[in-house]
């Protein structure tokens, strides 16, 4: 039973999915559209149009700084809600931005904020075409949701991967989070650390085009509780195993040199543009090449396979060929990530 509410219930990993479970899904009773609903906990939910899906979802933004290397809250904004669309197969259509805004906010921080999101919905390319302002008496600083419906022609859920698939990553993990903790505590290397945060949209459909949407058998963003989490949750859904081989997942040396520093593992934080992918074996040389023809694909690699032992756990083969599993983590260890 959750009697008070945390930091911890709101950072991924397996304390939010009790809050999620316990409280929210119990207490809402009106849950889908005719799709993909609210019980689902994927990315989003669809609502069947004629021969194509409709894909809605919703995302609250809270980050903290709100400028940080590689991005800032508008930025990431934009790319989180078009990554959740993309995920679940849909191409996006249209955003709707929310802004909580405390009372004495700069006004030149707020036009960066909304320039940054006018130019990264142009990378997509995807309109704003509504929104919502309110400013509050307390020092907040500023709270961003942004809301996005897509089209889809079949969409993709994280619940699909089947034994003998292959697991695919778009690019580098962890670098996200490690930038956002390294930046707080001040840690600094020779190359600047910086986050992830971009759409992801192109990378996705550069796979659809090439190997069909039939053959995505399941999507995620690893946001919250990273790699880590998205794994975990994909195993679970999907009833099967996951087996990954540590050395073919791609770290950035300073992201790996940091973490080590921080006692954080970079398959647990957060990314806010990578997209992991499940693909019948047969075409994950042709989705990789795909994703590697992109420009925020172009660092993608095959990490490992889906086995039909040890049914909704993840299993990482190590450096030195032993095995243990990969835990979901009980929350993202970098608060205010995203």
């Known amino acids: 039973m959750v009697e008070k509410i945390k930091l911890e219930h709101g950072a991924g990993g397996e304390i939010m999915e009790e809050l999620l479970r316990d409280v929210i899904l119990r207490t809402l009773t009106l849950k889908s559209a005719g799709g993909i609903g609210l019980d689902a906990l994927d990315d989003g939910a669809t609502i069947p ?13 809270t980050v903290r700084p709100l400028f940080f290397p590689g991005g800032d809250i508008g930025r990431l904004s934009v790319s989180g809600t078009v990554n959740d669309l993309a995920v679940m197969g849909a191409r996006p259509l249209a955003l709707a931005n929310s802004m909580i805004i405390g009372e004495g906010f700069d006004g030149e921080d707020l036009k960066k904020i909304l320039r940054s999101m006018d130019e990264t919905a142009k990378e997509v390319p995807v309109p704003i075409v509504t929104g919502d302002t309110k400013v509050v008496e307390d020092e907040i600083g500023i709270f961003v949701i942004t809301a996005g419906i897509g089209i889809a022609e079949r969409p993709v859920t994280d619940s699909g991967a089947k034994v003998g698939d292959t697991v695919l990553v778009s690019g580098t993990v962890g670098d996200h989070g490690i930038a956002l903790m390294s930046h707080r505590e001040g840690i600094a290397f020779e190359t600047e650390l910086e986050s992830d945060v971009a759409p992801v949209w192109e990378v996705v459909e550069a796979v659809a085009k090439a190997i069909g949407w039939e053959n995505i058998h399941a999507m995620k963003d690893p946001t919250r509780g990273g790699l880590s989490n998205a794994l975990n949750e994909m195993a679970r859904k999907a009833d099967v195993g996951i087996l990954i081989r540590e050395n073919d997942v791609p770290v950035r040396p300073e992201v790996r040199a ?11 934080v957060a990314n806010e543009g990578k997209v992991v992918m499940v693909v019948p074996r047969e075409h994950a040389e042709e989705a990789l090449e795909a994703m590697r ?20 756990k993840v299993l990482v083969e190590t450096g030195i060929g032993g095995k243990r599993f990969l835990e979901p983590p009980a929350g993202d260890p970098v608060p205010r990530v995203c």
């Open 293 to 312: 023809r992109t420009e925020k694909g172009k660092n993608a690699a095959i990490i490992g396979e889906v086995i039909d032992r040890y049914r909704g």
């Open 258 to 268: 940091a973490s080590d520093m921080l006692g954080i593992s970079p398959f647990d």
């Open 49 to 61: 149009l004629g021969d194509k899906h409709i894909v809605f979802t919703i995302d609250g933004h």
